[in-house]
């Protein structure tokens, strides 16, 4: 309000800038500096609650932005688990998702899994109450049918999901590893390949 108050000396309109308000303030310090009182530094205590905060506050939105991320991905290759945690208060972050998604991260293990399976997989996530009625209800919802990629679509995508060290994991596959066919004719052999010849 104070700074406002010294803007109207040099402007009659209440448009603001930034060039404005610098001279404004650096005025203010030229010629009021006596009719102002220097704020006190901060203490070691509040210089250590405001670093704690801007952790806190890059925390929640490093996690924000890999929920987001996450959920991506899953509607690509894994809509089947949206659907089985979209109507509950954390969604995918909850601590029962992330567990059932490290137990199954594919369409075809999610639905492998097992009724015991289940329930022993919502234990281990915390879940004390209401244990049957869940275990039955992801069953249910992780069997149905949804549209899926191929399945080395769906391995491209698992892959992804894990970050940088599943990519590095992506550049060393080579392409005997993703498809059964055998390597084109003509095609020239890798160094790794060589070595291997020799080795044997």
Known sequence: MAAARYRDRHTVTRRKSDHLDAMVLANILRTDKAAHRR???????????????RAQQ???????????????????????FLAA?????????SSVARTVLAA?????????????QLRSLLKKAGRQRRIETRAEHLATVLRE???????????AEHLRRHGRH??????????????????????PQRIDDRQEVVGQ
């Open 166 to 187: 599943e990519r590095r994991r992506v550049r060393r596959l080579r392409p005997d590893h993703l498809h059964p066919a055998r390597r084109p004719p003509g095609r």
């Open 145 to 155: 049918p949804h549209m899926r990629q191929l399945p080395r679509d769906r391995r």
């Open 104 to 116: 199954a991260p594919t369409p075809e293990k999610a639905a492998a899994l097992t009724r015991p």
């Open 39 to 53: 704020l006190p530094d901060d203490s070691e205590l509040a210089q250590v609650i405001a670093v704690l905060a």
């Open 58 to 80: 890059d925390a929640v939105w490093d996690r924000t932005q890999a929920g987001n991320k996450l959920r991506s991905h899953l509607r690509e290759y894994f809509p089947g």
């Open 85 to 93: 945690f979209q109507h509950t208060r954390e969604g995918i972050s």
